[in-house]
């Protein structure tokens, strides 16, 4: 089975910081502190110190997979992202693999908040070796 490893470089336009704290807008992950900043799932994650969107010296987490790729971060990206007016999130993706990938946002409610979970309505396609490009995934409730 082919394997697909994905560049990510996150920025949000309002995600959570952390349970203690309220979900404030602008939020960003870059890597630059050389961890997967609480990213986790079933791929391998390499945070890589250059190479990133804005190129050398610029850090991104890098996910493989050679099925399902998908990756969560329970720890800051989490709380009412309604209230705080969270409309949209922003990502850098670079597909560095040949297959081309389908990408959706989900949305889980693991606290039973919300009454379920969420999935972006379209995919964004992200062909084999694409370089980076921005995603803006809308969460108005039509998009989701």
């Given amino acids: 089975m082919p394997r697909t490893s994905l560049w990510l470089a996150i920025g ?4 959570g910081t952390c349970l203690a704290q309220a979900i404030t807008l602008n939020q960003v992950d870059d890597f630059e ?3 997967t900043m609480n990213w986790s799932g079933q791929v391998t994650f390499t945070n890589k110190s250059t190479g990133g969107p804005s190129g050398a010296g610029d850090n991104y ?4 997979s050679s099925f399902r ?4 971060n329970p720890s800051q990206w989490v709380g009412d992202y309604v209230s705080a007016g969270v409309t949209a999130i922003t990502m850098d993706l670079n597909n560095t693999g040949t297959n081309t990938v389908d990408l959706r946002l989900m ?3 693991n606290g039973g908040n919300t009454g379920g979970n969420f999935s972006t309505t379209n ?3 992200l062909a084999g070796g694409s370089g980076w490009q921005e995603f803006t995934f809308s969460l108005t409730p039509i998009d989701m």
């Fill in 123 to 125: 995919a964004v396609t």
């Fill in 12 to 15: 949000a336009l309002g995600l």
């Fill in 69 to 72: 790729l998908g990756t969560r």
């Fill in 33 to 35: 502190d050389g961890t």
């Fill in 61 to 64: 987490l890098e996910l493989d």
């Fill in 107 to 109: 949305l889980v409610d």
